[in-house]
């Protein structure tokens, strides 16, 4: 069974602070993409960074960054020089890549707040 | 460039009736596909639609039904309505599946 676990069901740090949110995930497909999803309390989900599976480099988006370790199946998103607007909801998620077969796998969430 | 729209944001149903919810992809997408979202069963896959057809189904009863039409809005349909399918419903949409999803702001659904 492909699974997503998040083990911080809720975290808290200071503004500006770095903050770290784990993630691992269980397949046996070797092609798929990884994702971090964020959603405030406005319930949209909004896409924060993708990796794909075949790539070493981890991914990075200005204070968001990766540190995907394949072979440990772990995926966790650094967020630098935190701010108040990035209190969410995190989502990590794969998709496999093969037969179509499109569905995002969620892992549990874990609620961020950054306090002022 | 708009986004995913879901319509209607928010629904009171009664147990028993049936419910369509309606999802609007962002221009040029095709891959629209359906998460119901609770805070017990977190995140799950409802189904996938491409150029009007369903490439995937979760695992959910055969009640939740959904379609595609040729400008890729899709439909969500849930019938003879239980209290445990009371839950934020999101859509998303992409250009071929496997690509970036983007997602509307759900519809809430409260079944009494």
């Known amino acids: 069974a492909q699974t997503v676990t998040q083990s911080q069901p809720e975290m808290s740090v200071q503004e500006a602070e770095t903050v770290t949110l784990s993630c691992t995930y269980d397949?046996?497909?070797?092609?798929?993409?990884l994702f971090w999803y964020k959603q405030p309390p406005s319930r949209q989900m909004i896409l924060v960074i993708r990796?794909?599976?075949?790539k070493q480099q981890n991914a990075t988006e200005n204070r968001f960054s990766v540190n995907f370790q394949k072979a440990a199946k772990s995926f966790s998103l650094k967020i630098s020089d935190s701010q108040l607007g990035d209190t969410a909801m995190y989502f990590c998620?794969?998709?496999?890549?093969?037969?179509?077969?499109?569905?995002?796998?969620w892992g549990a969430g874990t609620k961020l707040i950054i306090k002022p | 460039k708009a986004g995913v729209t879901q319509t209607p944001r928010y629904l009171i149903k009664t147990r028993g009736q049936q419910v369509t919810l309606s999802c609007s992809p962002i221009?040029?997408?095709?891959?629209v596909s359906w998460y119901q979202q609770t805070p017990g069963q977190g995140l799950q896959f409802l189904f996938e639609?491409?150029?009007?057809?369903?490439?995937n189904k979760g695992n959910f009863p055969g009640r939740f039904s959904g379609r595609q039409f040729s400008n890729s809005r899709s439909e969500m349909n849930v019938s003879t309505l239980e209290l445990g399918d009371s839950a934020l419903y999101l859509c998303?949409?992409?250009?071929?599946?496997?690509?970036?999803?983007?997602f509307g702001q759900g519809t809430r659904l409260t079944v009494v």
């Open positions: 998303a949409s992409s250009l071929l599946g496997n690509t970036e999803a983007f």
């Open positions: 221009s040029g997408h095709r891959s």
């Open positions: 639609y491409f150029s009007e057809t369903q490439r």
């Open positions: 397949t046996s497909e070797n092609n798929y993409y």
């Open positions: 990796q794909e599976a075949y």
């Open positions: 998620a794969f998709t496999i890549l093969m037969d179509s077969n499109y569905q995002l796998i």
